[in-house]
Each structure stands twice: as structure tokens, then as C-alpha cells.
């Protein structure tokens, strides 16, 4: 009855799935993410899709949909997705029955796992199923799922986070730091559960915390984004560097001399992709699968990582595209021994990896932009092959090439490498797909199921009890059909060589020979009920434990049957009808004989019961012994890894250090030429200002001097009239009055001729004369003028250009006295004091001189009232009449009074330098 259950569960499976999916198109996109297998202890074996037999699990063996693990007694295993990791305990059968760019599904037929969720983007699933419930995980955190077929029940720890659960007709959540326990009451409509507080940790959950540990606190998260799978392994096989061209590279370090990558490891044929790199090296997941290789100068290889950005999605990490393995193939040829060969060399930064099978052109440039930076920002052409240029192609070592019988069969690399001569492969033409039909041994590897013959050799790759493969999980979204056997797709394999099958081949596949879906019992959706921690059902819960540690130490000793002593029964006394009877002395001494037989038998059975005793509790504490021994050693061993992950860890620092010091001082050599150049900048700036104000100066000075030289001529011109005018006025005294008149109106540059050496400072009988002659004017003016004092050269100002006009004064009888006009070549009065004449700075940095005449009215008591600038620079004006204003002058006497004088003023301003 429970087989038809499943068959038809199982039909019906299938057609959901045919039913729900849309029509098969020309491309077929495969996922852009796996599993990896990272992490294996004990015996753990795998079973890929569509087989049916197991082969040994390796490290870095990518697992897709329909693969399932198994680990046996004392074994664990640990896979990762992206930042996602899913442990599985000793005992443990796990699927995954799907696995895409959105969906994660699990299959947990028996066994203990613990999955540790980092981030769960938005529209992105993980549903874990198991004999009595399906669980859908809500959030990241970490949850654990014990399922125990044999007793009918699940257990979901959660430790963070939130998760559904779904059986039957029930559905409720489950929050963080509770724990609830599903079992079936007897009735399919109606699922039985308790939610309890969460119980003690052990020894797995330890396990995990530490694995979790290791990978939070990774330096290479500083360079690599966390859903890059497989970024935890280089801390301890490398250094971090940061290159000029390509920013942060990786280089390994425990590597010899003449190695390349993909040239330790084997070629394994995984669907869809095809032919995949499994590397030897546990760090060699991360480069294979990611990034770009390049040969620097001395340095060697480096890995340069996919560039950390931000995802679309807020809440989730940059996650770069899987790739089966980035090289580039040459053609197969024939060796000398008339064998096939074929090469292969990696991908440099810039260059595209194009798929040996129909894609989307989505798909290409997602697979290659999340790993490289192109060349150009123009679109790449995937369909050119064989005459493009490649980096790595030309360096020397790079192109590693093998038997295609070794290729095939899924055997070391290293091993076999040698035997085949790949100078002749440089100048080879790069193609599609390594041209080589996969084999069994492809798909199982070298490690498959070994023969009857071979087996007492070699121990045989576990596989779970046939009750636990066939056991039926609760589902709430129907998984993907298993794929085809390799048998069935054989033919179609080698009809193109190195080419994994497309979707429309698959499908016809499936119609001709119909394959087994995963045995699952789909249940509807349900509404979701809000639960909380019942009351502790203490007989259930201890019952629940011991019933647990009773299996943890069936599972974690071994079986060791005890002898049982052999108990003799006395023996019957003979009977004897011919002989005559027996006395009663004789009887009771046969009787005591007896007692004694049996007492002594009795004695024996003793010591030997004692003996027993003690070897068994002899053979206890050697057992005892031997584990404490193995404990001390595995605690010592567990030191000695510790001490050298701190020496590497110091080591590390120290060179990180050294490269932080190394890159400071570059940089402080930088700027400091940098300072430098600025500074060399700025000096022939400061050179050739100063050759343009010192043009310029010389261009006033020039000017100046031809205007000197024009004023020069105006007031020789000037004089020869003024003498010209006297010499007349003197022939005719009638005119003399009207003349002295009009020169007086005419203003100073009309009375008198300029000034000389002589007439600036004349003698006191001088002074008596010329005050005698201006008495005995026509004109009846008898005041007397006395000479300016020249004037001091300094530095000019803003401009001032507002005339001010001379106020009539009274004199000292109190009569008002226009002031007296002299010239400034006479003497209006004497210069008592004068400030220190400043150059304004915007002057002074635009080298401008020159000279400010200004009409200054000076008062009876020898003060500057007014100012008129007539000409000069305007930004030496405003410092003139400043310089002016603060004068102070000893006062002219005309007949003994203080009169106001009307002169011109020059003030010269001239750079001292």
C-alpha cells in the first residue's frame, strides 16, 4: 500500500512539474550559483543525480540539483551556498532537491543538520523537508532540524531567526530561542506538536559556532564580498596585495615554484555545465570558480577577485555568477604516440568567458561582468573564437595539457601532465568546449564503487540503509524531476563532444524513459496559527533525552558482545535395576559427594565469573586509557594547529604591516614630489609676474620720463611768454595794472616761471627783495608769498576725485581775506611736519608709481583745510590726500598776518627698491 502511495505521489509530482512549467525555449540559463562541499570528516560519499550508485565525497566537488550526501558513523560534512552553510551530523541522509538563482530545497530522510543563514534576500526561498514537516525558513539566522523516522518525530531548534512549519492541515511559526517538536498523531489531517524552551547545547552544535567563527572573522571579507563561496580558505594559503592596475590581488603562498593554476586537480563532468574544475587545494575553489588570473612581475600568479559592489537587493551581498572553470581550451591534436590531447590556459582580467552551450545574452554578460571588466565599454562579441588575442596564452607554464583519455576519466592532472609536450599547443586555436565525450568514471570519478575483486583493498564508498533512501518527506512546493541516468544520456553525450545537453533534449529524455521524482508527500497551503512555549512536560522530555543519548552512544561506540559462560548440569545418576540397592550410609555419603561436586562446580563459576569481571573491567580502563591518550594527543595536535595559526596569523601582520609601511612611505614620496612640483610651479609663476611688473615699471619710468620731458618743453614755452608779457608790460606802464590782473586770474602756472635750484631756497636778502617787489605791484597786492618746501616721495592710495573749493578766511583784524594764489614753485609756506607717506598694498603689488598734483587751500594756522587732486594715478589719489590732510605747515605773514594760501601740491611716489 505505502509503495502505490508513493507512485502515485510520485506521478503526480511529475505531472505538476511538466504542468507548471512554461515552454521550453531556445536558451537554457543554468543557475548561476552551487554548492560546494567544503568541509569533510570520516566517510562521506555523494550520489550525483540520476545515478544509483555513491562514490567517496571530495573537497570542492560542486553539488547541484538532485545530488544527495550521506555521512556514516563519526562523519560530518559541511556545504556552502553563497554565505549560507549547511552541516550535517554523523548518520545524516540530505538532497538537495532543488537548487536555482531563488530557490534552495533540502531533503533530511534521517540525521541532524544545522543550517546557518546569512542573509535571505527578498524573493529568495529555503524550504528544508523532512518525514513529518516542511520547514520554510522566513529570515537569516540558525536553525536545527533533527529527523527521527524511526520514532516519528522532528525537532527544529531555532536558535535566530523565524521559520513555518507545515504538516497535514497545520501551520504555525516557530521564533527564536525555541524549540518545537512535530509528530504524527495517527491521523493525516491533523499534526501533533509541543514548543519547548531550547535545550543545552552539544558537541555538534559547538562544531558549528566554531566553523561560523572562522568564517566571520576572515580578512578576506575585506576584499570579497560574503556570498562569494569559498573566500574562507585563503587567509591561510595567501597574502592580500593591492596592485596599481587591478586594486586588491591574492597570491598564493604554499605553492612550488614552477605551478599554474588549474593544473592540480581533475576535470569531472557536472551538469548543466559540463566539464568542471575540481581543484586539489581546498583555496582552489574560489579562484577556479570566480575572478581572473594574471602573471605580474615578480610576483608570480595572482588571483584577481570580483569586484565588491552593492546588490540590487538592499538586503543582500554583491553575489558574483558560478562558472564550471575560467580558462580557454585549445583543439585536440595528436601526440606523437598517435593519442589525443587537449590544453587549457586561464582567463585574464578583461577577457570573456563564452559557454560551451546556448544561452541567453543575459546570462553571458551577468556571468562575465560579475567576474571581470572587459576590455572596452563596448558589447563583447561571445560568438568570436580562435583569433583573439589572450594574455595568458604566451606565458611561459600557463598552458597545461593532458591525454584526452586522462581527461575523460576524471583522473590528477599533475600526474599526467607531463606526458604531454604543450610548446606545440601556443600557437593552437582556442575552442568552444574541450571536444571530449565524458565517461562514467566522469560523473562518478576515480573514486567510484570499486569491484568484488578490489574491495578486501579497498574499502567502498558508504551508502545509507535502503529504508532510509526510499523514506517519504512532506513537501509544500514539488521538486524538479531527477535527471536521466548517464546510460540514457550517453549517446546523445557523444553525438557532441564537450557539450552538456540542452533542455529540449532533456525533456525528450524524460518522455522515452520516464525518471523517478523525489518521494514526496505535497501539502496544501494552510492557514499560519501564532503559537507560544507550553509548560515543560517533564516524563515526555526525559524520556525524549534518554531516548536521544541512548542512540548517541549506540552511535558513537561500537558493538562488543559478551561471552556468555558455559554452565555445566550435573549429571543424572545411572540408574541400575541389575545391582543391588544401596545403604543408607552409602547413600548420604553418595549425596554429600554430590553437594561437594556441585559446591566445587559452584567455586569455579565464580572465579571464572570474577575473572571476566575483571578483564572486562580491564579492557574497560584500557579503553579508557586509550581515549584519554587519544584525547591528550587530539588536544595536543589541536594546540600545536592553534600555535601555528597564531605564527601565521603574526606572520600575516607582520606582512601586512610591512606593506602598510611600504605603501605610507610610497605615498609620502608622492607628495612629497608633488609638494615639490607645486612649489617649482609656483617660483616660475612668482618669475614671471615679477618680469611683468618689472616690464611694466620700466614702461612707466619711460613714460614718465617723456612726460617730464613734454612738461618741460610746455613750461619753457610758458616762461618765454611770461617774459615776452613783462618785457611788454614794462614798455608800456599803461597796461601793466590789466596784466597783473589777468595773470593773477590766470592761475599760478601764469605769474611766475617754474622754480629753480636757485629760487626753491633763496637767500634772506633774496626774500627781502622779491617781498619788496610784490609791495610795489600795479595792482596795489602787497601780500607776500614765501616758497613751498619740496615734497617727499612714499606710496598712493584709492582715488579721490572731489574738487573742494577755497573758502574766503578773516584775518586777524577780523576783515575777510581772499586767500593769496601763489605757485608751488614759490614758497606759500614754510612744512613743518608731514606723516610717513604709505604705498596702498594693492599699489604696491601692481607696482604702480607715479605722481599726484593736488590744488591744497592751507589756512591762516598752517593747516591743510582743503584738497583738489588735479592729476595722477587713481590708486595713489586717495594716499595723497591722506598724506596731505595731516600736514602741517608754518603759516604765510602778509604785513605780519597769518593769510590763507591757494597752492599746488606734487606728491611723488616712487618704489625705494
Do not use: C
Amino acid at each position: 500500500m505505502q509503495n502505490r502511495l508513493q507512485l502515485i505521489v510520485s506521478a503526480f509530482a511529475t505531472l505538476f512539474f511538466f504542468a507548471s512549467s512554461q515552454p521550453v525555449s531556445a536558451y537554457y540559463d543554468p543557475p548561476s550559483r552551487v554548492a560546494r562541499l567544503s568541509y569533510t570528516t570520516g566517510s562521506v560519499s555523494i550520489q550525483p543525480s540520476g545515478e544509483d550508485d555513491w562514490t567517496w565525497a571530495k573537497i570542492n566537488r560542486p553539488v547541484t540539483t538532485g545530488d544527495s550526501l550521506w555521512t556514516s558513523k563519526r562523519s560530518r560534512a559541511e556545504l556552502r551556498i553563497g554565505s549560507a552553510a549547511l552541516r550535517a551530523d554523523q548518520r545524516t541522509s540530505v538532497s538537495l532537491t532543488n537548487l536555482d538563482d531563488r530557490a534552495t530545497q533540502v531533503e533530511l530522510n534521517t540525521g541532524t543538520i544545522i543550517v546557518r543563514v546569512r542573509s535571505l534576500p527578498r524573493g529568495e526561498s529555503i524550504e528544508i523537508n523532512t518525514p513529518n514537516v516542511a520547514i520554510t525558513l522566513l529570515r537569516a539566522g540558525e536553525y536545527r532540524i533533527d529527523a527521527v523516522p524511526d520514532e516519528d518525530y522532528t525537532l527544529l531548534s531555532v536558535r535566530t531567526g523565524k521559520a513555518e512549519v507545515t504538516g497535514g492541515r497545520t501551520a504555525f511559526l516557530v521564533t527564536a530561542g525555541s524549540q518545537a517538536e512535530m509528530y504524527n498523531t495517527g491521523s493525516r489531517r491533523r499534526l501533533g506538536y509541543d514548543i519547548y524552551d531550547l535545550p543545552d547545547e552539544d558537541s555538534f552544535d559547538l562544531w558549528s559556532h566554531e566553523r561560523d567563527r572562522k568564517s566571520d572573522r576572515s580578512a578576506s571579507l575585506r576584499y570579497v564580498s560574503p556570498e562569494l563561496t569559498g573566500y574562507e580558505d585563503l587567509d591561510d594559503a595567501g597574502t592580500w596585495r593591492t596592485d596599481s592596475r587591478y586594486g586588491a590581488v591574492w597570491t598564493p603562498t604554499r605553492v612550488s615554484r614552477n605551478w599554474a593554476p588549474y593544473r592540480q586537480g581533475k576535470w569531472s563532468w557536472v551538469e548543466p555545465w559540463g566539464w568542471t574544475w575540481v581543484d586539489d587545494n581546498r583555496w582552489g575553489y574560489v579562484t577556479s570558480h570566480y575572478g581572473r588570473w594574471v602573471s605580474l612581475r615578480n610576483i608570480g600568479w595572482a588571483w584577481v577577485p570580483p569586484q565588491r559592489g552593492a546588490s540590487p537587493s538592499r538586503n543582500a551581498s554583491y553575489r558574483p555568477a558560478y562558472s564550471p572553470a575560467n580558462v580557454a581550451f585549445l583543439g585536440e591534436s595528436q601526440s606523437a604516440e598517435g593519442r589525443g590531447k587537449i590544453a587549457w590556459f586561464p582567463l585574464a582580467p578583461g577577457e570573456a568567458y563564452v559557454p560551451p552551450y546556448e544561452t541567453s545574452r543575459d546570462y553571458v554578460s551577468r556571468l562575465n561582468s560579475s567576474n571581470t571588466q572587459l576590455r572596452s565599454n563596448e558589447d563583447f562579441d561571445y560568438s568570436r573564437r580562435g583569433n583573439d588575442y589572450y594574455a595568458n596564452q604566451g606565458v611561459a607554464g600557463a598552458i597545461v595539457g593532458v591525454a584526452s583519455a586522462l581527461f575523460a576519466s576524471s583522473q590528477s592532472v599533475e600526474q599526467g601532465s607531463s606526458q604531454v609536450s604543450t610548446g606545440s599547443m601556443m600557437r593552437s586555436r582556442t575552442v568552444a568546449a574541450a571536444p571530449v565525450a565524458p565517461s562514467r568514471a566522469s560523473i562518478l570519478g576515480s573514486e567510484a564503487k570499486v569491484s568484488a575483486a578490489a574491495s578486501a583493498k579497498v574499502e567502498a564508498p558508504p551508502a545509507p540503509p535502503q529504508s532510509v533512501e526510499t523514506t517519504v518527506v512532506v513537501a509544500k512546493t514539488a521538486p524538479p524531476p531527477r535527471r536521466a541516468s548517464f546510460e540514457r544520456r550517453k549517446r546523445a553525450l557523444e553525438a557532441n563532444p564537450g557539450k552538456p545537453l540542452d533542455a529540449s533534449t532533456e525533456q525528450s529524455l524524460r518522455v522515452q524513459a520516464p525518471v523517478t521524482t523525489p518521494a514526496v508527500e505535497l501539502v496544501p497551503e494552510v492557514p499560519v496559527t501564532q503559537v507560544k512555549p507550553a509548560e515543560e512536560d517533564q516524563p515526555k522530555r526525559q524520556k525524549r533525552d534518554k531516548s536521544r543519548s541512548r542512540r548517541d552512544r549506540e552511535m558513537e561506540s561500537t558493538a562488543r558482545p559478551a561471552a556468555e559462560p558455559a554452565v555445566q548440569q550435573p549429571a543424572a545418576s545411572p540408574s541400575a535395576p541389575d545391582v543391588a540397592p544401596v545403604s543408607p550410609a552409602e547413600e548420604r555419603k553418595s549425596r554429600a559427594e554430590i553437594r561437594n561436586e556441585e559446591r566445587e562446580e559452584r567455586k569455579v563459576e565464580k572465579v571464572d565469573e570474577r575473572k571476566q569481571a575483571e578483564e572486562k573491567a580491564l579492557k574497560a580502563r584500557e579503553e579508557r586509557e586509550l581515549e584519554q591518550s587519544a584525547l591528550i594527543q587530539k588536544q595536543q595536535e589541536q594546540r600545536a594547529l592553534e600555535e601555528k595559526a597564531r605564527e601565521d596569523q603574526r606572520e600575516k601582520q607582520k606582512a601586512e604591516s610591512i606593506e602598510q609601511q611600504k605603501q605610507a612611505e610610497e605615498k609620502a614620496v608622492k607628495v612629497r614630489e608633488e609638494r615639490e612640483l607645486e612649489q617649482a610651479k609656483l617660483i616660475q609663476q612668482q618669475q614671471e609676474q615679477r618680469a611683468l611688473a618689472d616690464k611694466a615699471r620700466e614702461e612707466r619710468k619711460a613714460q614718465k620720463q617723456a612726460e617730464q620731458q613734454e612738461q618741460k618743453l610746455a613750461d619753457e614755452k610758458a616762461r618765454e611768454e611770461r617774459d615776452l608779457k613783462r618785457k611788454e608790460t614794462r614798455g608800456n606802464p599803461e597796461k601793466a595794472p590789466e596784466e597783473a590782473i589777468t595773470t593773477r586770474e590766470s592761475g599760478p602756472a601764469a605769474e611766475e616761471p617754474p622754480a629753480t635750484a636757485e629760487t626753491a631756497n633763496p637767500p634772506p636778502e633774496e626774500r627781502k627783495m622779491r617781498g619788496k617787489r610784490l609791495r610795489e605791484r600795479p595792482d596795489g597786492d602787497d601780500r607776500m608769498v614765501q616758497p613751498v618746501e619740496p615734497e617727499s616721495s612714499g606710496s598712493a592710495g584709492a582715488e579721490i576725485d572731489k574738487p573742494i573749493a577755497a573758502a574766503p578766511q578773516p584775518d586777524n583784524t577780523g576783515t575777510s581775506v581772499e586767500p593769496l594764489r601763489v605757485e608751488e614753485t614759490i614758497q606759500a609756506a614754510k612744512l613743518v611736519s608731514q606723516p610717513k607717506l604709505k604705498t596702498p598694498r594693492e599699489a604696491r603689488r601692481a607696482s604702480i608709481e607715479g605722481v599726484v598734483k593736488l590744488e591744497a587751500l592751507i589756512g591762516a594756522d598752517g593747516r591743510v583745510k582743503t584738497s583738489t587732486v588735479l592729476s595722477g594715478p587713481e590708486e595713489l589719489r586717495a594716499a595723497a590726500i591722506e598724506n596731505l590732510g595731516k600736514r602741517k605747515y608754518e603759516p604765510t605773514l602778509v604785513d605780519g598776518r597769518s593769510v590763507e594760501v591757494l597752492t599746488e601740491v606734487s606728491v611723488e611716489f616712487m618704489d625705494k627698491d
